[in-house]
C-alpha cells in the first residue's frame, strides 16, 4: 500500500501562484509515476500533470502548459505541482496519485493510490 498527503492548497487571486505538496509513504519502491488530477463538481476527474519516479519524463495537460510544473524530490518522497498564473478556471480539488504501472501515463484509470484531495480556489 501507498498513502499519500496532500497539502497547499488555499485562496488565491486570479494571476497569482499556489505549491502543491504530496507526500508518499509506504511501499513507495512501487510506485512508477506519480500525476496530479483535479475535479470540479459535476465533473470527471481530469489530468493535471505526471512525472516518472525515475527519471526525469514529464507531461502536462495543454491547459496548464507554461503556466504549471510538476516535480519531485525522491529522497523527501515528496511530489509538487507549481502552478503560476492561475486563473479562474483552475479552481478544483486537486488530487495526487500513484501509479504501478510501467511507463508515465495520463489516463486516471492507470493510478492505483489517490490522496484525499486539496482544495484550490482562485478569485476574479
Known amino acids: 500500500q501507498v498513502q499519500l498527503v496532500e497539502s497547499g492548497g488555499g485562496l488565491v487571486q486570479a494571476g497569482g501562484s499556489l505549491s502543491l505538496s504530496c507526500v508518499a509513504s509506504?511501499?513507495?519502491?512501487?510506485?512508477?509515476?506519480m500525476g496530479w488530477f483535479r475535479q470540479v463538481p459535476g465533473k470527471e476527474r481530469e489530468f493535471v500533470a505526471c512525472i516518472t519516479w525515475i527519471g526525469s519524463s514529464t507531461k502536462h495537460a495543454d491547459s496548464v502548459k507554461g503556466r504549471f510544473t510538476i516535480s519531485r524530490d525522491n529522497a523527501k518522497n515528496t511530489l509538487y505541482l507549481q502552478m503560476d498564473s492561475l486563473k479562474v478556471d483552475d479552481t478544483a480539488v486537486y488530487y495526487c496519485?500513484?501509479?504501478?504501472?510501467?511507463?508515465?501515463?495520463?489516463?486516471?484509470?492507470?493510478?492505483?493510490?489517490w490522496g484525499q484531495g486539496t482544495q484550490v480556489t482562485v478569485s476574479s
Open positions: 496519485a500513484a501509479s504501478q504501472t510501467p511507463g508515465i501515463t495520463t489516463n486516471r484509470e492507470s493510478y492505483d493510490y
Open positions: 509506504g511501499r513507495t519502491f512501487e510506485i512508477y509515476s
